[in-house]
């Protein structure tokens, strides 16, 4: 299974973006799917999650209210539409198909992973 994640670039705080990933395999609508990201010299972290069917989609505090995960299991892709970014949201941001039908907020709930798409937020 290969993701390609695509939709990162450079904006101004408070402005929007969209990220798209493309799974190579239709398995990949039976699985839960994620975002994550990981900021210069942290730790990998959780964004958003969204099951199989779209349903039970999931948030990290630190983007609730702003960001909002899709997926469209026909083009095999999930969105991540992001709004009112602000320059903490700067990183390098995954998709990643899940080990079970809707995935969890820790990485080892993952199995397979996107090559990572830049997205930076000035101030």
């Known amino acids: 299974v290969q993701l390609q994640a695509s939709g990162g670039g450079f904006v101004q705080a408070g402005g929007s973006l969209r990220l798209s990933c493309a799974c190579s395999r239709r398995t990949c609508s039976n699985n839960g799917m994620g975002w994550f990201r990981q900021a210069p010299g942290k730790e990998r972290e959780f964004v958003a999650r969204i099951g199989w069917n779209g349903g039970l989609p999931s948030y990290a505090d630190s983007v609730k209210g702003r960001f909002t995960i899709s997926r469209d299991n026909a083009k095999n892709t999930v969105n991540l539409q992001m709004n009112s970014l602000k320059p903490e949201d700067t990183a390098v941001y995954y998709c990643?198909?899940?080990?079970?039908?809707?995935?969890?907020?820790?990485?080892?709930?993952?199995?397979?992973w996107g090559q990572g798409t830049q997205v930076t937020v000035s101030s």
């Open positions: 990643a198909v899940a080990t079970s039908s809707y995935g969890g907020s820790t990485s080892d709930s993952y199995r397979y």
